[in-house]
Nanobody, 126 residues
Framework: QVHLQESGGGSEQSGGSLRLSCVAS????????MGWFRRTPGEKRDGVAA???????TYADSVKGRFTITQDHGKNTVYLQMDSLKPEDTAMYYC????????????????????WGQGIQVTISS
């Protein structure tokens, strides 16, 4: 079992920055990839960024150049630095972990992940 706890969300103005953190606990040695997803009401959950155990990263086109995913293995923590925020970034953000076999890349499909955090709200005003 892996437990994930997100923090760092909140409200920000357009053009501002926020940093989300996700602390993993439990069987963290089994984690092969971590990801951030987001969902707005009535929409499906979309992949935002992911990082695997070899630090390979993947980003959604909508956030490339603005968001950066990093991880600190010693702290079992994954970060999502979000810069140049836009109102369309407003969503509930979820941290996810994968303990299935590594893929050689960091996937953005939610079915590739088997553990999820509770989610944290990010609201960007124009």
């Amino acid at each position: 079992q892996v437990h994930l706890q997100e923090s760092g969300g909140g409200s920000e103005q357009s053009g501002g920055s926020l940093r989300l953190s996700c602390v993993a606990s439990g069987n963290t040695i089994a984690v092969t990839c971590m990801g951030w997803f987001r969902r707005t009401p009535g929409e499906k959950r979309d992949g935002v960024a992911a990082i695997d155990s070899d630090n390979r990263t993947t980003y959604a086109d909508s956030v490339k150049g603005r968001f950066t995913i990093t991880q600190d293995h010693g702290k079992n923590t994954v970060y999502l630095q979000m810069d140049s925020l836009k109102p369309e970034d407003t969503a509930m953000y979820y941290c996810a972990a994968r303990t299935y076999v590594g893929l050689g890349h960091a996937p953005l499909d939610d079915y590739e992940y088997n553990y999820w955090g509770q989610g944290i709200q990010v609201t960007i005003s124009s």
